[in-house]
């Protein structure tokens, strides 16, 4: 599974866009993009996944670039309940590699 | 639809004891996994199972063992409990099958104390 790289901490003001970045240079081309995060004490919460394509749901956006070494998640309008860790991973096999994440504070 | 649960939520055992950890899959859901949670380590994988069998493991010692019953519902063992061993140990179902690969859905976890 390709190796993740994420900051370790963002703050983000309630209300406004969070985007979280993460490079993976060594995605396979099979290698989805996966996003989850964990908010403190519970257990990790699928976000949105990707293969090439951008990709929108409820919760978030994921923007991929072309050459897939690297993507966002955007949360669009961030509250304070999105305060939490959030994992980015390349995934195509049989388990989730975690990282460290991004440990992103939502303030008022 | 429930999700998926875990328990206990909390336990405390004594060093040297063993213990069993309970995981009820999302209905439907054939392949369950284990991840153990700590300050120092982060998420790491610990096993997965489909249809009874273990088909992939982390790099655990022995002393980590699960197994998955014909309902789906999984459970895992340590023995010989270790200090190092009290973590969050979390389960994660999914739709696994011909065709099928959907993301991991994970449970709130057990929270294992070792003293």
């Known amino acids: 599974d390709a190796k993740t790289t994420q900051p370790t901490s963002m703050d983000c003001a309630e209300g406004r866009a969070a985007n979280l970045p993460c490079n993976h240079s060594?995605?396979?081309?099979?290698?989805?993009v996966y996003w989850y995060r964990q908010i403190h004490s519970q257990g990790p919460q699928y976000i949105i996944h990707?293969?090439?394509n951008n990709e929108t749901n409820e919760m978030a956006s994921l923007i991929i670039t072309e050459d897939r070494k690297s993507s966002t998640l955007i949360l669009p309008h961030a509250t304070l309940r999105d305060t939490a860790v959030y994992y980015c991973?390349?995934?195509?096999?049989?388990?989730?590699?975690f990282g460290t994440g991004t440990r992103l504070q939502v303030f008022p | 639809k429930a999700g998926v649960t875990q328990t206990p939520r909390y336990l405390i055992k004594t060093r040297g004891q063993q213990v069993t950890l309970s995981c009820s899959p999302i209905?439907?859901?054939?392949?369950v996994s284990w991840y153990q949670q700590t300050p120092g380590q982060g998420l790491q994988f610990l096993f997965e199972?489909?249809?009874?069998?273990?088909?992939n493991k982390g790099n655990f010692p022995g002393r980590f063992s699960g197994r998955q019953f014909s309902n789906s519902r999984s459970e895992m063992n340590v023995s010989t409990l270790e200090l190092g061993d009290s973590a969050l140990y979390l389960c994660?179902?999914?739709?696994?099958?011909?065709?099928?690969?959907?993301?991991?859905?994970f449970g709130s976890g057990t929270r294992l104390t070792v003293v």
């Open positions: 199972y489909f249809s009874e069998t273990q088909r």
């Open positions: 990707g293969l090439k």
């Open positions: 991973i390349a995934y195509n096999t049989d388990k989730l590699i």
């Open positions: 209905s439907g859901h054939r392949s």
């Open positions: 994660a179902s999914r739709n696994l099958g011909p065709g099928k690969n959907y993301g991991y859905t």
């Open positions: 060594t995605i396979s081309g099979n290698e989805y």
